[in-house]
């Protein structure tokens, strides 16, 4: 970081179509940005590896049972902490994995 602003050499995202990473403020940002997007087909759950992590945030939110917004927060938080190294790393190194089993199934889905 220099200053204020954000050095994002050679940073590159991946997401789905969602309206919200497609709108013209979103879209102008990571231009602006020199951010590089893929192309991603929506609806692509088996070629999106961080929808495996959601998952488990889903789990252990449902297993707190928060009452309020902080609680909520807190345990989404306390979960994403929690989330070992070694499975981040997995799932980004399932993503040629999930693209040739897409693939291979002419988009269907897949067991990922």
Same mark, same amino acid.
């Not at 997401?15 to 590089?36: E, G, L, M, Y």
């Not at 929690?82 to 988009?107: F, M, W």
């Given at each position: 970081?220099?200053?204020? *602003?954000?050095?994002? #050499?050679?940073?590159?995202?991946?997401?789905?179509?969602?309206?919200?990473? @497609?709108?013209?403020?979103?879209?102008? =940002?990571?231009?602006?940005?020199?951010?590089?997007?893929? *192309? =991603?087909? #929506?609806?692509?759950?088996?070629?999106?590896? @961080?929808?495996?992590? =959601?998952?488990?945030? /889903?789990?252990?939110?449902?297993?707190?049972?928060?009452?309020? #917004?902080?609680?909520?927060? /807190? #345990?989404?938080?306390?979960? =994403?902490?929690?989330?070992?190294?070694?499975?981040?790393?997995?799932?980004?190194?399932?993503?040629?994995?999930?693209?040739?089993?897409?693939?291979?199934?002419?988009?269907?889905?897949?067991?990922?």
């Amino acid at each position: 970081v220099q200053g204020n *602003e954000m050095q994002f #050499a050679s940073i590159q995202k991946c997401f789905n179509n969602d309206p919200k990473h @497609t709108s013209k403020r979103a879209v102008c =940002w990571f231009q602006t940005n020199k951010i590089k997007v893929m *192309e =991603w087909p #929506a609806q692509s759950l088996d070629l999106n590896p @961080t929808e495996n992590l =959601w998952g488990g945030i /889903k789990n252990a939110v449902s297993e707190a049972k928060p009452r309020n #917004a902080e609680e909520l927060w /807190k #345990a989404v938080k306390s979960s =994403w902490a929690g989330i070992p190294v070694y499975t981040c790393q997995k799932l980004v190194d399932s993503v040629q994995h999930r693209c040739e089993a897409v693939l291979k199934n002419s988009g269907y889905t897949t067991k990922y």
